[in-house]
């Protein structure tokens, strides 16, 4: 499809007026969720991929990416283009949307808390499909949708993702590591023989196509959505489809890899050598310690990565577009909201960083999209949250608002119907108790725990290179920024770490740092990875 978003009117909302002491968190009022009228509530179809760099889009024409069917996407309705999460971490960040709870009011921060299991409120929180499904509402999901395996509880029909956490191999759905023995020998690449996440390498042309047992789990995740779009429902549905790519490990059929010539890559304009010079000393530890992308480029890899991206975004792409072809030929194109969105971005190497667990622009940016039949076509430069998701859906679909918890996003209709261009507030992301960035039109103000604090002016810096935070000029900025921060750091729920065996990258060798930068007194961005030893035990 050629439609690009050029052809529409993009939205330049202006700066938001910031004024004094703003309460946060806001929450939708209930009393605003206005019933739709007509005969059927709209149906809801929810694509989720995972890890996305938010520029690497053909729609933006910042990236030498093809991905066509997110064209697609943007040419149905809204297309946000500064989208946020509201934590850089996978489980933080699906916990925030699918509660509507944003991290500082629930203290799910990091990927390994059991927060659907534990004795802090937030377990209680009744999750956007859990609460559709009590209105009357068909539920599906397939594929990682939450970071716990505990999404089978609020859904009809359900195909785990993400399956060494979920513990569940029953489906037959391959891992990354069934993958690997079929990668074709002379295109495996594992630039960090100690993080064989870091591999990257490109299956035989057969995969994904018409051999049942060569399947991705993704193209698994597609047909299964697909199945259900083609089904005859009786009540309206909820159908989330969750892609696992592309999210490491980057492996998938060489002809993905094939579109995007070597010679072609090149290194991002984004990258600036020396820029983490000028951060907070936890920024940089955070960035840099995994060594991820010292590993990358040490092994003459970072091209060769850049492509896997690339070949990664576009197989997932595809597998959108198979989801979209199935949606626009069902009974249910004309009466069904489509959401998009990535959990996180990501920093593929600017400031020497491969991973998403930072505060800055490319790490909390996210692909974000909502279609509702009728609405206008348009690009929304307003900052926008995915904790907007929950507020917005009941809005659209005259659902009451959900219980126990208080929604801390917004509902973005009037944004959607063009009747409002700003969403009204800055967007709050955190990583880790107590160190929070904000996000308005112009600026990102970061602050840490310990008062370390990072500033970047997006009218002259959309890199984020030049840290203002020092800078006397910005102080009124600064203070105003501040004001947005939350009032309220909710504690960790409960950690599930304990003292089991570990891995090279499983924590303690993270606690271990912690502590020595605490004896120097630099507090470091919270450990966030409580690790995969602790999640495989999950019940
Ligand atoms: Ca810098």
Same mark, same amino acid.
């Given at each position: 499809?050629?439609?690009?978003? =050029?052809?529409?009117?993009?939205? !330049?909302?202006?700066?938001?007026?910031?004024?004094?002491?703003?309460?946060?968190?806001?929450?939708?009022?209930?009393?605003?969720?206005?019933?739709?009228?007509?005969?059927? *509530?709209?149906?809801?179809?929810?694509?989720?991929?995972?890890?996305?760099?938010?520029?690497?889009?053909?729609?933006?024409?910042?990236?030498?990416?093809?991905?066509?069917?997110?064209?697609?996407?943007?040419?149905?309705?809204?297309?946000?283009?500064?989208?946020?999460?509201?934590?850089?971490?996978?489980?933080?960040?699906?916990?925030?949307?699918?509660?509507?709870?944003?991290?500082?009011?629930?203290?799910?921060?990091?990927?390994? *808390?059991?927060?659907?299991?534990?004795?802090?409120?937030?377990? *209680?929180?009744?999750?956007?499909?859990?609460?559709? &499904?009590?209105?009357?509402?068909?539920?599906?999901?397939?594929?990682?949708?939450?970071?716990?395996?505990?999404?089978?509880?609020?859904?009809?029909?359900?195909?785990? @993702?993400?399956?060494?956490?979920?513990?569940?191999?029953?489906?037959?759905?391959?891992?990354?590591?069934? /993958?690997?023995?079929?990668?074709?020998?002379?295109?495996?690449?594992?630039?960090?023989?100690?993080? /064989?996440?870091?591999?990257?390498?490109?299956?035989?042309?057969?995969?994904?196509?018409?051999?049942?047992?060569? /399947?991705?789990?993704?193209?698994?995740?597609?047909?299964?959505?697909?199945?259900?779009? @083609?089904?005859? =429902?009786?009540?309206?549905?909820?159908?989330?489809?969750?892609?696992?790519?592309?999210?490491?490990?980057?492996?998938?059929?060489?002809?993905?890899?094939?579109?995007?010539?070597?010679?072609?890559?090149?290194?991002?304009?984004?990258?600036?050598?020396?820029?983490?010079?000028?951060?907070?000393?936890?920024?940089?530890?955070?960035?840099?310690?995994?060594?991820?992308? +010292?590993?990358?480029?040490?092994?003459?890899?970072?091209?060769?990565?850049?492509?896997?991206?690339?070949? +990664?975004?576009?197989?997932?792409?595809?597998?959108?577009?198979?989801?979209?072809?199935?949606?626009?030929?069902?009974?249910? #194109?004309?009466?069904?909201?489509?959401?998009?969105?990535?959990?996180?971005?990501?920093? #593929? @190497?600017?400031?020497?960083?491969? +991973?998403? !667990?930072?505060?800055?622009?490319?790490?909390?940016?996210?692909?974000? +999209?909502?279609?509702?039949?009728?609405?206008?076509?348009?690009?929304?430069?307003?900052?926008?949250?995915?904790?907007?998701?929950?507020?917005?859906?009941?809005?659209?679909?005259?659902?009451?608002?959900?219980?126990?918890?208080?929604?801390?996003?917004?509902?973005?209709?009037?944004?959607?119907?063009?009747? &409002? #261009?700003?969403?009204? *507030?800055?967007?709050?992301?955190?990583?880790?108790?107590?160190?929070?960035?904000?996000?308005?039109?112009?600026?990102?103000?970061?602050?840490?725990?310990?008062?370390?604090?990072?500033?970047?002016? =997006?009218?002259?810096?959309?890199?984020?290179? =030049?840290?203002?935070?020092?800078?006397?000029?910005?102080?009124?900025?600064?203070?105003?920024?501040?004001?947005?921060?939350?009032?309220?750091?909710?504690?960790?729920?409960?950690?599930?770490?304990?003292?089991?065996?570990?891995?090279?990258?499983?924590?303690?060798?993270?606690?271990?740092?912690?502590?020595?930068?605490?004896?120097?007194?630099?507090?470091?961005?919270?450990?966030?990875?409580?690790?995969?030893?602790?999640?495989?035990?999950?019940?």
């Amino acid at each position: 499809m050629e439609t690009t978003l =050029h052809r529409y009117p993009v939205l !330049f909302a202006s700066l938001i007026a910031l004024t004094a002491t703003p309460a946060w968190p806001s929450s939708g009022d209930p009393e605003d969720v206005v019933p739709k009228s007509g005969p059927r *509530q709209p149906n809801v179809l929810f694509i989720l991929i995972d890890d996305h760099p938010a520029h690497m889009v053909s729609l933006l024409d910042e990236s030498m990416v093809r991905t066509p069917n997110m064209e697609r996407l943007a040419a149905r309705g809204t297309w946000f283009s500064r989208g946020y999460n509201a934590a850089p971490v996978c489980a933080a960040s699906r916990a925030a949307f699918l509660t509507g709870v944003h991290p500082a009011n629930s203290g799910a921060y990091y990927n390994a *808390q059991n927060w659907r299991r534990t004795s802090a409120p937030i377990a *209680q929180a009744t999750t956007m499909q859990g609460h559709f &499904r009590q209105h009357g509402y068909l539920t599906a999901g397939y594929g990682k949708i939450d970071h716990t395996p505990y999404q089978r509880e609020t859904l009809d029909d359900y195909t785990p @993702g993400f399956r060494v956490l979920h513990r569940d191999r029953s489906q037959g759905i391959k891992t990354d590591a069934d /993958l690997v023995p079929h990668i074709i020998p002379e295109t495996l690449r594992v630039p960090d023989p100690d993080y /064989l996440a870091t591999r990257i390498g490109a299956l035989p042309d057969d995969w994904d196509r018409d051999d049942p047992t060569k /399947l991705q789990e993704d193209t698994v995740h597609a047909d299964r959505t697909i199945k259900f779009l @083609g089904m005859d =429902h009786q009540q309206p549905f909820f159908v989330t489809c969750g892609f696992w790519r592309p999210h490491s490990e980057r492996i998938v059929p060489k002809r993905y890899f094939d579109l995007y010539p070597l010679e072609n890559v090149r290194i991002p304009e984004s990258y600036l050598p020396g820029d983490l010079e000028d951060v907070p000393a936890a920024a940089r530890w955070r960035a840099t310690k995994r060594g991820t992308h +010292a590993a990358v480029v040490n092994s003459g890899l970072w091209r060769e990565y850049l492509r896997s991206y690339y070949a +990664a975004t576009t197989y997932v792409d595809e597998q959108i577009g198979r989801v979209l072809d199935a949606l626009e030929s069902s009974a249910y #194109a004309d009466n069904t909201i489509v959401i998009f969105a990535s959990d996180n971005g990501y920093n #593929a @190497g600017e400031k020497d960083m491969w +991973a998403k !667990f930072a505060l800055w622009e490319q790490t909390n940016r996210v692909v974000f +999209a909502i279609s509702v039949p009728g609405l206008p076509v348009q690009m929304s430069s307003t900052p926008v949250s995915l904790l907007d998701i929950y507020p917005t859906l009941l809005a659209l679909c005259g659902l009451p608002a959900p219980g126990p918890q208080k929604l801390d996003g917004i509902d973005l209709t009037p944004v959607l119907k063009g009747e &409002r #261009a700003e969403r009204g *507030q800055p967007v709050l992301s955190t990583f880790g108790q107590g160190n929070h960035s904000i996000r308005d039109e112009r600026f990102r103000y970061i602050r840490y725990r310990n008062g370390d604090e990072e500033l970047y002016d =997006h009218f002259s810096d959309r890199h984020e290179w =030049h840290n203002l935070a020092g800078n006397p000029a910005f102080a009124g900025i600064k203070s105003t920024m501040a004001g947005w921060l939350p009032k309220y750091n909710a504690p960790d729920i409960e950690p599930a770490m304990t003292d089991r065996p570990r891995g090279a990258w499983d924590g303690s060798e993270l606690r271990q740092d912690l502590f020595e930068l605490l004896e120097r007194g630099e507090v470091p961005v919270q450990n966030y990875n409580r690790v995969y030893q602790e999640v495989l035990n999950w019940p």
